[in-house]
């Protein structure tokens, strides 16, 4: 065992960041790399026509994921390009309509920068503020609705904190005004429900690698009937994907996402539970009293500037020892970071201070079973 790394020695609890990828996806995505290797947008010989079926049976496994047609999935790289052609897609396409756009503080940067870059341009963003559960609350949602907001862009699950948006109202709201509506369901997709009809999505962004598939593959759902929502293509090129995102198509990436949704359609509701009662088990573990003081003792040692009082875990507001665990966790002396303790944007937003960042996986990489695993953060 000479070959020691440092994550011999710490868990990994940040499947937020990122997924191993399922054996099983893997094993439909190898032969695409040598045998089934063409462009999907060669027309005119076999090897074209077999990588086009390979990614429209991916398209289907997507749609019925979401509850949508196949002609509404739009391959892309991956969830900050796929928000970024439905927000600066939106905002251009719209703009004579209006110029108004409104998301929220706590989004992920793939949202926030593009609606920061549409702002340096003149458009007009609502920065919605959110509550300390983390949620927004609905009637300053309306209220920020003019007659010049063209999109609401709002998040299913938060990847820092996990708070699910109401987006069955949001959806309403947004077809009540007539507003479109996209969503980040990178950290949703897979893991909750999400059906766009039921929910009045009108764009919805996806992401491979948060759900057990590869990096660098993802989707926009594009609505196409009531409304038919159109987008300035933000890559100019060969046409492909209906011209909405021109590039020769990913096929092997696009295959595991396919594979990804599939599992996670047919295994979401086991594997929930599963994780739920993971979850619910260590977190008892953890807020057993003795363990209660092996954290206060790792706390102290770890921070011991910071007071550890109960005024300071009351602070931490419902989940207080949860966070205190988490934090215990996440706080050891690592190469890179003295104190791997880093702060929260989205907490911070919700008026509390810390990060918490956690997630379990279903699958280790390479034991053939499932178990809780945790990894290292970075
Ligand atoms: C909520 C959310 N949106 C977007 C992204 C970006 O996804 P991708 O890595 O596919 O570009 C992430 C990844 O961390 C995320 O958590």
């Given at each position: 065992?000479?070959?020691?790394?440092?994550?011999?020695?710490?868990?990994?609890?940040?499947?937020?960041?990122?997924t191993?990828?399922?054996?099983?996806?893997l094993?439909e995505?190898?032969?695409?790399?040598?045998?089934?290797?063409?462009?999907?947008?060669?027309?005119?010989?076999?090897?074209?026509?077999?990588?086009?079926?390979?990614?429209?049976?991916?398209?289907?496994?997507?749609?019925?994921?979401?509850?949508?047609?196949?002609?509404?999935?739009?391959?892309?790289?991956?969830?900050?390009?796929?928000?970024?052609?439905?927000?600066?897609?939106?905002?251009?396409?719209?703009?004579?309509?209006?110029?108004?756009?409104?998301?929220?503080?706590?989004?992920?940067?793939?949202?926030l920068?593009?609606?920061?870059?549409?702002?340096?341009?003149?458009?007009?963003?609502?920065?919605?503020?959110?509550?300390?559960?983390?949620?927004?609350?609905?009637?300053?949602?309306?209220?920020?609705?003019?007659?010049?907001?063209?999109l609401?862009?709002?998040?299913?699950?938060?990847?820092?904190?996990?708070?699910?948006?109401?987006?069955?109202?949001?959806?309403?709201?947004?077809?009540?005004?007539?507003?479109?509506?996209?969503?980040?369901?990178?950290?949703?997709?897979?893991?909750?429900?999400?059906?766009?009809?039921?929910?009045?999505?009108?764009?919805?962004?996806?992401?491979?690698?948060?759900?057990?598939?590869?990096?660098?593959?993802?989707?926009?759902?594009?609505?196409?009937?009531?409304?038919?929502?159109?987008?300035?293509?933000?890559?100019?090129?060969?046409?492909?994907?209906?011209?909405?995102?021109?590039?020769?198509?990913?096929?092997s990436?696009?295959?595991?996402?396919?594979?990804?949704?599939?599992?996670?359609?047919?295994?979401?509701?086991?594997?929930?539970?599963?994780?739920?009662?993971?979850?619910?088990?260590?977190?008892?573990?953890?807020?057993?009293?003795?363990?209660?003081s092996?954290?206060?003792?790792?706390?102290?040692?770890?921070?011991?500037?910071?007071?550890?009082?109960?005024?300071?875990?009351?602070?931490?507001?419902?989940?207080?020892?949860?966070?205190?665990?988490?934090?215990?966790?996440?706080?050891?002396?690592?190469?890179?970071?003295?104190?791997?303790?880093?702060?929260?944007?989205?907490?911070?937003?919700?008026?509390?201070?810390?990060?918490?960042?956690?997630?379990?996986?279903?699958?280790?990489?390479?034991?053939?079973?499932?178990?809780?695993?945790?990894?290292?953060?970075?």
């Amino acid at each position: 065992m000479g070959n020691k790394t440092a994550k011999d020695s710490v868990i990994y609890m940040d499947n937020h960041a990122t997924t191993p990828i399922d054996p099983r996806v893997l094993e439909e995505m190898l032969p695409t790399f040598t045998v089934t290797f063409g462009n999907a947008a060669s027309r005119n010989h076999a090897y074209g026509w077999e990588a086009e079926d390979l990614v429209d049976q991916a398209r289907d496994r997507i749609a019925r994921l979401l509850n949508c047609t196949s002609k509404e999935i739009i391959f892309t790289s991956g969830a900050t390009e796929s928000n970024n052609l439905a927000i600066k897609g939106v905002a251009q396409m719209y703009r004579e309509k209006g110029n108004h756009i409104i998301t929220v503080v706590t989004e992920h940067k793939a949202v926030l920068d593009p609606c920061k870059r549409l702002e340096s341009e003149g458009f007009e963003v609502t920065w919605l503020p959110v509550r300390r559960d983390g949620l927004i609350d609905m009637n300053q949602l309306a209220d920020s609705i003019t007659d010049k907001t063209i999109l609401v862009s709002i998040m299913t699950a938060n990847n820092e904190i996990g708070v699910i948006q109401p987006i069955e109202q949001i959806g309403r709201l947004c077809k009540e005004k007539d507003v479109l509506f996209h969503t980040d369901a990178t950290q949703a997709v897979g893991k909750i429900p999400l059906n766009v009809e039921a929910m009045g999505i009108d764009l919805l962004s996806v992401s491979a690698h948060k759900l057990y598939g590869p990096k660098g593959a993802g989707a926009l759902y594009v609505r196409r009937r009531k409304p038919r929502v159109r987008l300035t293509c933000q890559m100019d090129g060969g046409g492909h994907e209906r011209g909405m995102r021109s590039g020769t198509l990913n096929v092997s990436g696009i295959v595991g996402l396919g594979k990804a949704c599939d599992l996670a359609r047919e295994e979401m509701q086991e594997e929930s539970s599963h994780l739920s009662a993971l979850r619910d088990r260590l977190q008892s573990r953890f807020t057993s009293s003795w363990m209660r003081s092996i954290s206060m003792a790792a706390w102290s040692i770890a921070c011991p500037a910071i007071s550890t009082s109960a005024s300071l875990m009351l602070k931490v507001n419902r989940c207080s020892w949860e966070s205190m665990m988490w934090l215990c966790l996440q706080v050891r002396p690592a190469p890179r970071h003295p104190w791997n303790l880093l702060m929260s944007f989205v907490l911070s937003e919700s008026g509390m201070n810390w990060r918490i960042r956690r997630s379990a996986s279903g699958w280790d990489g390479s034991i053939q079973r499932k178990k809780l695993t945790m990894w290292p953060t970075r």
